[in-house]
């Protein structure tokens, strides 16, 4: 019985095999460096035109930043608070604007905010190509979230026949 049950267990662990070894590394897209500059350009190019002093970060797609520039107007907190969220963006996989109800007072998901380094307010937003999280975009500076938010948009849209391959 025991040689039976053995030999069913070879059989089994043989037949994972492949499926192991195909799971032993994973392959994934993300913004290059100069992309992820010609995005931050775009962006910081849009708050300024809108008459916005901002700075804008962009992360790859693990929250790691790429690109920081600043306005030279801007003020000192909008650099830590760009990175901030581009970072909870990417770490959250979801907009920052989408978080804030999310994540209202007495709602299971609370707690998100009082997590180091997380920024829930509007500006931070996911960069995806095919479908794909490749980056975000964090733009702090503007008057309200959705301003920034704006404003991260346009620098999306800006590279967008970059990102749809």
Known sequence: MRKILFSRLICILAAMRPALAQDALV???????????????????????????????VTDRFGITQVLLRDRFA???????AIGKAWTAASFRSHTSDLITATAAN????????????????????????????????????????ADHACAKAGIDAIRDKLDF
């Open 27 to 57: 392959t994934h897209r993300t913004l290059s460096p100069e992309l992820a500059l010609e995005l931050a350009r775009a962006t910081l190019g849009d708050c300024q035109k809108r008459g916005f002093q901002v700075a804008v970060a």
């Open 75 to 81: 003020g000192a907190h909008t650099v830590q608070t």
């Open 107 to 146: 709602s299971p998901q609370a707690g998100i905010r009082n997590l180091p380094g997380v920024v829930v307010v509007g500006g931070g937003v996911l960069v995806e190509a095919g479908g794909s999280l490749v980056g975000a975009v964090g733009v702090s500076g503007a008057p309200g979230g959705d």
